[in-house]
Antibody
């Protein structure tokens, strides 16, 4: 069963850091691009960061560029999001999602339940 | 950045009705468009990709159509489990990957 499970969320003060993890199972993790997508309480979906299957390319939303870093450990089947200089408006449920389509990164076919990050 | 605009914001319908949701892109996407369904407290579920291809396990009552800048998701006969929020997402030119603001389908 293909699955991704996020962890690492919590309550953090503005300006502090947090690292999220996303553990994948049931599929060949090293073959897929992966993304982080967040959803503020009661709001819509906002793409945050994406990474190619082999980490050769990484992409960030303007709202997090320079503060967040996405990485992928194919030996551990785990995706990470290092979040520094957190702001109140970073408060959201953060979900990882598997990429599909062109470059296996274009749209998102498997999502985790998410982990809540509260900056306060 | 391509801006995705969905309409209407909310749709009040009864079970069994036919439902049509719209999504407009600020630039041509060709057919690089996906639709997602999200129930409360759940992650989004991929319904449609390539504007019209149903994802694995998606019932035939869900139909996607359109190309360029205008897209439609049609639910032929709304079931109780279809009351949810629906998002469109364009992926023709990335980054960034952009979503519409969502259409909530609620019970009349």
């Amino acid at each position: 069963q293909e699955q991704v499970v996020e962890s690492g969320g919590g309550v953090v003060q503005p300006g502090r850091s947090l690292r999220l993890s996303c553990e994948a199972s049931g599929f060949t993790f090293r073959s897929y691009g992966m993304h982080w997508i967040r959803q503020a309480p009661g709001k819509g979906l906002e793409w945050v960061a994406g990474i190619w299957y082999d980490e050769t390319n990484k992409y960030y939303a303007d709202s997090v560029k320079g503060r967040f870093t996405i990485s992928k450990d194919n030996s551990r089947n785990t995706l990470y999001l290092q979040m520094n200089s957190l702001r109140v408006d970073d408060t959201a449920v953060y979900r990882c999602a598997r990429g599909r389509g062109a470059q296996l990164i274009s749209y998102f076919d498997s999502w985790g339940l998410g982990t809540l990050v509260t900056v306060s | 950045e391509i801006v995705m605009t969905q309409s209407p914001a909310t749709l009040s319908v009864s079970p069994g009705e036919r439902v049509t949701l719209s999504c407009r892109a600020s630039q041509s996407l060709s057919t690089d468009l996906a639709w997602y369904q999200q129930n409360p407290g759940q992650p989004p579920r991929l319904l449609i990709y390539g504007a019209s291809t149903r994802a694995t396990g998606i019932p035939a009552r869900f139909t996607g159509s359109g190309s360029g800048t205008e897209f439609t998701l049609t639910i032929s006969s709304l079931q109780s489990e279809d009351f949810a929020v629906y998002y469109c997402q364009g992926y023709h030119n990335w980054p960034p990957w952009t979503f519409g603001q969502g259409t909530k389908v609620e019970m009349k």
